[in-house]
C-alpha cells in the first residue's frame, strides 16, 4: 500500500534555507507534489516534478528527486515568515478514472523573525 | 477568475442531523474529489466523480454519499454526521489525469 511519511516540524530563521524531507513508497507514481496549507485554509499546489527527472528548480523553490531511496525534498531559499504554513508532499496514482493523491502527515513550518 | 469554489467555508450541525456541503467549479473539469482532513492529519480521499461515474475508496463509510448533478456541482452528503465526522472537507477538480485543484475547503464541526 501506499504510505508517505514526512517529519511533523522546523523551525527556520527568516533569510535562511528550509529543507523539507519526506519518503514515499509508490514507484510508480509519474508525479510528486509539494502542496502548502495555511491555517484554515485549503492546499495550494507549489510545485511538482515529474518521475523522471531528479532536481527542478521554481524561484526559490528547488525539489530533489532520489528515486533509488524514494526520497524528496523541498528546499526554500530565504525563507520568509509568509512561508510558515504546513507543508504536504504527495505521490500520485494514476486510476483508469481519474487519478488518487496520497499525501504525507505534513510538516509544519515556523519562520523565526 | 476559474477556480474551485465551496460552500459554506464554516458548517455547524448536531450529531446525527444531516448535512449537505457544496463545491463547485468554473474549471470545467471533468473530475471531481473529495477529501476528508481531520485536525494535523494529511487529507484522504473519500471518492470521486470522473465524468458522472462514481468511484468510492474502500475504506469510505456508508454514512458518506456525494451527488454530482452536473459538470459544474459536486456535493457531499452525510447522513447521520458523528463526533468524528469533525474535519476540514476538501473539493478538488482535474481535467482527467491531470493535476488537481483544490478549493478553500468547508470547515464541519459536529457537536
Not at chain 1, 535562511?16 to 519518503?23: K, Y
Request: proline share 4%; net charge neutral; hydrophobic share 30%.
Amino acid at each position: 500500500g501506499e504510505d508517505v511519511e514526512q517529519s511533523l516540524f522546523l523551525s527556520v530563521r527568516e533569510g535562511d534555507s528550509s529543507v523539507i524531507n519526506c519518503t514515499y513508497t509508490d514507484s510508480s507514481s509519474t508525479y510528486l507534489y509539494w502542496y502548502k496549507q495555511e491555517p484554515g485554509a485549503g492546499l495550494q499546489l507549489l510545485t511538482y516534478i515529474f518521475s523522471n527527472m531528479d532536481m527542478k528548480q521554481d524561484q526559490r523553490l528547488t525539489v530533489l528527486l532520489n528515486k533509488k531511496d524514494k526520497h524528496l525534498s523541498l528546499r526554500i531559499a530565504d525563507t520568509q515568515t509568509g512561508d510558515s504554513a504546513i507543508y504536504f508532499c504527495a505521490e500520485i496514482e494514476t486510476k483508469a478514472a481519474g487519478n488518487k493523491l496520497t499525501f504525507g502527515g505534513g510538516t509544519r513550518v515556523l519562520v523565526k523573525p | 477568475d476559474a477556480m474551485v469554489i465551496q460552500n459554506p467555508r464554516y458548517q455547524v450541525t448536531q450529531f446525527g442531523k444531516p448535512v449537505t456541503l457544496s463545491c463547485s467549479q468554473t474549471l470545467n473539469h471533468n473530475v471531481m474529489y473529495w477529501y476528508q482532513q481531520k485536525s494535523s492529519q494529511a487529507p484522504k480521499l473519500l471518492f470521486h466523480y470522473y465524468d458522472k461515474d462514481f468511484n468510492n475508496e474502500a475504506d469510505t463509510p456508508d454514512n458518506f454519499q456525494s451527488r454530482r448533478p452536473n459538470t459544474s456541482f459536486c456535493f457531499l452528503d452525510i447522513r447521520s454526521p458523528g463526533l468524528g465526522d469533525t474535519a476540514m472537507y476538501l473539493c478538488a477538480t482535474s481535467r482527467g489525469q491531470g493535476q488537481q485543484y483544490f478549493g478553500p475547503g468547508t470547515r464541519l464541526t459536529v457537536l
